[in-house]
């Protein structure tokens, strides 16, 4: 419980570390705290060996559809490192464009392409993350959705995951629901 208290309040450094966006298009704080769960996901999820090419190697984060984000995730992982790689942020505006990456962000305006999403990516180690609400049901591996308490919680499909060799750390599941199908 003590870690995931941890991890909470790390998150929320994160989003207090993020600039102050009252200047330009207004971000919402659910979209910070996605950010701080993204930043977390790199820092605690393991992906096989051969995956990275080298020790340097950045875990790049893309984000498949319409951007959320804005300008937000880039600014929150700029000069920040996980797992000793630097991070980096690619956008792909439709499946095709869909480059190597590590952690892939679904957007909602993906949603009725995912399952196509997950056939195309069967056979890698990308992490896929989404919000739709048949996103884990589909094959999607994290899912981010609404609790009670209108807080941002996850929920993840194990299987998914192991299917594609991941490893998602003790330190993320203890927060998670996890999906049974």
């Not at 190697?57 to 600014?75: C, K, M, R, T, Y």
């Amino acid at each position: 419980m003590r870690s995931t208290a941890r991890i909470l309040a790390f998150s929320a450094l994160i989003v207090a570390f993020v600039p102050d966006r009252t200047a330009s298009a207004p971000i919402s704080s659910e979209y910070q705290v996605k950010t701080a769960y993204l930043y977390n996901f790199a820092k605690f999820i393991q992906w096989p060996e051969g995956t990275f090419t080298d020790t340097t190697e950045a875990i790049v984060i893309g984000i498949a559809g319409e951007d959320p984000f804005g300008s937000l995730l880039d600014e929150a992982i700029s000069q920040r490192r996980a797992q000793g790689r630097p991070l980096r942020v690619e956008r792909y505006h439709n499946l095709a464009d869909i480059g190597h990456c590590h952690l892939l962000f679904v957007s909602r305006s993906e949603a009725k392409q995912q399952s196509e999403l997950f056939r195309a990516l069967a056979d890698s180690n990308v992490v896929t993350i989404g919000e739709s609400p048949d996103f884990t049901k589909e094959g999607g591996q994290v899912r981010f959705f609404l609790s009670k308490s209108q807080t941002i919680k996850i929920e993840i499909n194990r299987t998914a995951a192991h299917r594609a060799g991941i490893f998602i750390s003790s330190r993320i599941l203890k927060m998670a629901r996890i999906y049974k199908p």
